[in-house]
Protein backbone atom coordinates (compact mmCIF):
# COMPACT_ATOMS: atom_id res chain seq x y z
CA UNK A 1 0.00 0.00 0.00
CA UNK A 2 1.49 3.56 -0.97
CA UNK A 3 1.69 6.44 1.89
CA UNK A 4 -1.48 8.05 1.08
CA UNK A 5 -3.32 5.50 0.72
CA UNK A 6 -2.23 3.94 4.01
CA UNK A 7 -2.50 7.25 5.55
CA UNK A 8 -5.65 7.94 4.81
CA UNK A 9 -7.08 4.27 5.37
CA UNK A 10 -5.41 4.47 9.29
CA UNK A 11 -7.63 7.79 9.47
CA UNK A 12 -10.60 6.92 8.35
CA UNK A 13 -10.78 3.88 9.97
CA UNK A 14 -10.38 6.18 13.18
CA UNK A 15 -12.54 8.00 11.72
CA UNK A 16 -10.92 11.30 12.35
CA UNK A 17 -11.14 14.10 9.74
CA UNK A 18 -8.29 15.46 8.25
CA UNK A 19 -8.87 18.31 10.01
CA UNK A 20 -8.84 16.49 13.08
CA UNK A 21 -5.58 14.94 12.00
CA UNK A 22 -3.74 18.17 11.08
CA UNK A 23 -4.36 19.64 14.38
CA UNK A 24 -3.30 16.49 16.28
CA UNK A 25 -0.28 16.72 14.48
CA UNK A 26 0.61 20.46 14.16
CA UNK A 27 -0.13 20.83 10.71
CA UNK A 28 -2.62 22.30 8.36
CA UNK A 29 -5.41 20.54 6.92
CA UNK A 30 -4.19 21.71 3.39
CA UNK A 31 -1.10 19.96 4.12
CA UNK A 32 -2.56 16.10 5.02
CA UNK A 33 -5.10 16.76 2.41
CA UNK A 34 -2.27 17.34 -0.11
CA UNK A 35 0.08 14.68 1.55
CA UNK A 36 -2.77 12.15 1.18
CA UNK A 37 -3.50 13.21 -2.27
CA UNK A 38 0.22 12.54 -3.42
CA UNK A 39 0.80 16.24 -3.84
CA UNK A 40 3.07 16.58 -1.13
CA UNK A 41 5.62 14.30 0.23
CA UNK A 42 5.90 14.39 3.58
CA UNK A 43 9.45 14.35 5.33
CA UNK A 44 10.30 11.62 8.10
CA UNK A 45 9.22 13.52 10.63
CA UNK A 46 6.19 14.53 9.72
CA UNK A 47 5.55 10.56 8.87
CA UNK A 48 6.26 10.00 12.58
CA UNK A 49 4.37 12.81 13.67
CA UNK A 50 1.22 11.79 12.00
CA UNK A 51 1.56 8.04 13.26
CA UNK A 52 1.92 9.51 16.99
CA UNK A 53 -1.09 11.54 16.22
CA UNK A 54 -3.29 8.56 14.84
CA UNK A 55 -1.93 6.94 18.15
CA UNK A 56 -0.33 4.03 15.87
CA UNK A 57 0.48 0.58 17.56
CA UNK A 58 4.47 0.56 16.76
CA UNK A 59 4.57 -2.26 14.15
CA UNK A 60 1.94 0.09 12.50
CA UNK A 61 4.16 3.55 13.00
CA UNK A 62 7.37 0.90 11.13
CA UNK A 63 4.51 0.17 8.32
CA UNK A 64 3.49 3.78 7.64
CA UNK A 65 7.34 4.59 7.69
CA UNK A 66 8.08 1.84 5.28
CA UNK A 67 5.43 3.20 3.01
CA UNK A 68 6.90 6.48 2.60
CA UNK A 69 10.46 5.19 1.59
CA UNK A 70 12.08 5.83 5.24
CA UNK A 71 13.34 3.02 7.28
CA UNK A 72 11.46 1.54 10.29
CA UNK A 73 12.07 4.16 13.92
CA UNK A 74 11.20 1.50 16.35
CA UNK A 75 13.51 -1.67 17.17
CA UNK A 76 11.81 -5.11 17.18
CA UNK A 77 13.54 -7.39 19.47
CA UNK A 78 13.68 -11.03 20.08
CA UNK A 79 12.22 -11.46 23.31
CA UNK A 80 15.44 -13.87 23.84
CA UNK A 81 17.73 -11.21 23.06
CA UNK A 82 20.23 -9.59 25.66
CA UNK A 83 18.75 -6.12 25.71
CA UNK A 84 14.73 -7.64 27.15
CA UNK A 85 16.77 -9.46 30.06
CA UNK A 86 15.19 -6.93 32.39
CA UNK A 87 12.20 -7.35 31.23
CA UNK A 88 12.08 -11.24 31.33
CA UNK A 89 12.73 -10.85 34.60
CA UNK A 90 10.29 -8.31 35.47
CA UNK A 91 7.60 -10.83 33.49
CA UNK A 92 8.89 -13.72 35.87
CA UNK A 93 8.28 -11.49 39.30
CA UNK A 94 4.85 -10.40 38.46
CA UNK A 95 4.04 -13.87 37.19
CA UNK A 96 4.72 -15.34 40.54
CA UNK A 97 3.44 -12.13 42.35
CA UNK A 98 0.58 -13.20 41.13
CA UNK A 99 0.19 -16.53 42.55
CA UNK A 100 -2.28 -17.91 43.56
CA UNK A 101 -4.14 -16.61 40.80
CA UNK A 102 -3.19 -17.02 37.47
CA UNK A 103 -1.63 -15.07 34.85
CA UNK A 104 -0.26 -15.34 31.95
CA UNK A 105 1.89 -12.98 29.45
CA UNK A 106 0.91 -13.31 25.24
CA UNK A 107 2.70 -11.54 22.12
CA UNK A 108 0.92 -9.14 19.81
CA UNK A 109 -0.84 -12.44 18.39
CA UNK A 110 -1.84 -14.21 21.60
CA UNK A 111 1.00 -16.10 21.40
CA UNK A 112 1.92 -17.57 25.18
CA UNK A 113 5.16 -16.21 26.09
CA UNK A 114 4.72 -17.44 29.72
CA UNK A 115 2.26 -18.49 32.79
CA UNK A 116 2.65 -19.04 36.02
CA UNK A 117 1.64 -22.66 38.01
CA UNK A 118 -1.97 -21.79 38.78
CA UNK A 119 -2.60 -21.07 34.90
CA UNK A 120 -2.57 -24.78 34.98
CA UNK A 121 -5.97 -24.81 36.61
CA UNK A 122 -7.24 -22.97 34.01
CA UNK A 123 -5.94 -25.25 31.27
CA UNK A 124 -6.37 -28.33 32.78
CA UNK A 125 -8.05 -31.07 30.37
CA UNK A 126 -7.41 -29.07 27.49
CA UNK A 127 -5.99 -30.71 24.11
CA UNK A 128 -1.93 -30.71 24.86
CA UNK A 129 -1.34 -28.97 21.00
CA UNK A 130 -3.71 -26.06 22.26
CA UNK A 131 -1.73 -25.64 25.31
CA UNK A 132 2.49 -24.21 25.88
CA UNK A 133 4.35 -21.29 25.20
CA UNK A 134 3.88 -19.81 21.25
CA UNK A 135 -0.31 -21.42 21.31
CA UNK A 136 -2.76 -19.23 20.63
CA UNK A 137 -4.55 -18.56 24.16
CA UNK A 138 -7.94 -17.44 22.13
CA UNK A 139 -7.94 -20.24 20.19
CA UNK A 140 -7.36 -21.98 23.85
CA UNK A 141 -10.43 -20.33 24.84
CA UNK A 142 -12.63 -21.41 22.50
CA UNK A 143 -11.87 -24.48 20.65
CA UNK A 144 -14.01 -27.55 21.15
CA UNK A 145 -10.65 -29.29 23.14
CA UNK A 146 -9.59 -26.49 24.72
CA UNK A 147 -11.61 -24.84 27.53
CA UNK A 148 -14.95 -24.26 25.59
CA UNK A 149 -16.67 -27.46 27.32
CA UNK A 150 -15.69 -26.29 30.53
CA UNK A 151 -17.15 -22.76 29.79
CA UNK A 152 -20.73 -22.19 31.53
CA UNK A 153 -21.38 -19.08 29.70
CA UNK A 154 -19.61 -19.58 26.94
CA UNK A 155 -21.85 -17.49 24.56
CA UNK A 156 -20.98 -14.07 27.00
CA UNK A 157 -17.17 -14.95 26.72
CA UNK A 158 -16.84 -15.96 23.31
CA UNK A 159 -17.95 -12.87 22.32
CA UNK A 160 -15.56 -11.23 24.47
CA UNK A 161 -13.12 -13.02 23.12
CA UNK A 162 -13.68 -12.26 19.53
CA UNK A 163 -14.62 -8.94 20.23
CA UNK A 164 -10.39 -8.38 20.90
CA UNK A 165 -9.64 -9.67 17.37
CA UNK A 166 -10.50 -7.33 15.01
CA UNK A 167 -6.69 -6.76 13.66
CA UNK A 168 -6.52 -10.08 13.29
CA UNK A 169 -9.32 -11.39 10.94
CA UNK A 170 -8.13 -15.03 9.86
CA UNK A 171 -8.52 -15.59 13.34
CA UNK A 172 -11.24 -13.57 14.39
CA UNK A 173 -13.61 -15.35 11.57
CA UNK A 174 -12.25 -18.82 13.02
CA UNK A 175 -13.31 -18.80 16.48
CA UNK A 176 -16.38 -16.53 15.18
CA UNK A 177 -17.85 -19.70 14.21
CA UNK A 178 -17.32 -21.33 18.01
CA UNK A 179 -19.72 -18.46 19.38
CA UNK A 180 -22.88 -19.92 20.23
CA UNK A 181 -25.88 -17.92 20.12
CA UNK A 182 -26.87 -15.81 23.76
CA UNK A 183 -30.08 -17.67 25.29
CA UNK A 184 -33.34 -15.59 25.83
CA UNK A 185 -32.56 -16.03 29.65
CA UNK A 186 -28.46 -14.81 29.49
CA UNK A 187 -28.51 -12.14 32.43
CA UNK A 188 -26.86 -8.84 32.10
CA UNK A 189 -23.29 -9.02 32.65
CA UNK A 190 -22.77 -6.87 35.19
CA UNK A 191 -19.50 -4.90 35.53
CA UNK A 192 -17.36 -6.92 33.80
CA UNK A 193 -17.46 -9.74 31.72
CA UNK A 194 -16.94 -12.31 33.97
CA UNK A 195 -15.61 -16.39 33.25
CA UNK A 196 -17.23 -19.46 34.52
CA UNK A 197 -15.36 -22.06 34.11
CA UNK A 198 -15.74 -25.40 35.73
CA UNK A 199 -12.35 -27.05 37.72
CA UNK A 200 -11.31 -29.94 39.28
CA UNK A 201 -11.74 -27.34 42.44
CA UNK A 202 -15.17 -26.46 41.68
CA UNK A 203 -16.68 -23.55 39.77
CA UNK A 204 -14.27 -20.86 39.21
CA UNK A 205 -15.73 -17.38 38.74
CA UNK A 206 -13.25 -15.13 37.19
CA UNK A 207 -12.14 -11.47 35.74
CA UNK A 208 -9.34 -10.74 34.02
CA UNK A 209 -7.58 -7.22 34.24
CA UNK A 210 -4.62 -6.33 30.99
CA UNK A 211 -1.23 -4.80 32.20
CA UNK A 212 1.04 -3.71 29.00
CA UNK A 213 4.31 -1.56 29.02
CA UNK A 214 2.96 1.34 28.39
CA UNK A 215 6.09 3.08 28.07
CA UNK A 216 8.04 0.59 25.78
CA UNK A 217 9.78 1.89 22.50
CA UNK A 218 10.27 -1.79 21.28
CA UNK A 219 7.35 -3.39 18.85
CA UNK A 220 8.39 -6.68 20.96
CA UNK A 221 8.19 -5.04 24.12
CA UNK A 222 5.06 -2.90 23.35
CA UNK A 223 3.02 -5.47 21.87
CA UNK A 224 3.38 -7.60 25.44
CA UNK A 225 0.26 -8.01 27.45
CA UNK A 226 0.16 -9.38 30.99
CA UNK A 227 -3.12 -10.61 31.48
CA UNK A 228 -3.98 -11.69 35.20
CA UNK A 229 -7.46 -13.44 36.32
CA UNK A 230 -8.69 -12.31 39.20
CA UNK A 231 -11.64 -14.08 41.67
CA UNK A 232 -15.15 -12.69 41.80
CA UNK A 233 -15.93 -14.40 45.02
CA UNK A 234 -14.78 -16.27 48.18
CA UNK A 235 -15.41 -19.53 46.57
CA UNK A 236 -13.10 -19.10 43.87
CA UNK A 237 -10.28 -16.98 45.85
CA UNK A 238 -10.34 -20.36 48.23
CA UNK A 239 -10.05 -22.75 45.46
CA UNK A 240 -7.16 -20.95 43.73
CA UNK A 241 -4.89 -20.96 47.12
CA UNK A 242 -5.80 -24.64 47.93
CA UNK A 243 -4.58 -25.15 44.58
CA UNK A 244 -1.53 -23.18 44.62
CA UNK A 245 -1.08 -24.77 48.17
CA UNK A 246 -0.92 -28.22 46.54
CA UNK A 247 1.62 -27.70 43.83
Not at 3 to 24: N, V
Not at 79 to 95: F, K, M, N, S, Y
Not at 156 to 173: G, N, P, S
Request: with cysteine.
Amino acid sequence: MDFPTALRERRTRLRLSQLDLALRAGTTQRHVSFIESGRSVPGRNMVVRLAESLDLPLRERNALLLAAGYAPAYPESGLGDAALAPVREAIGHILRGHLPYPAIVVDGGGGLVAANDAYGLVTEGAAAELVGPGRNVYRLALHPHGLAPRIRNLAEWARHIVARLDHQTELRDELAACVPELGPDDAPLGFAVPLHLASSRGELHLMTTITTFATAVDVTLAELKLEAFLPVDAQTAAALAAYSGNM
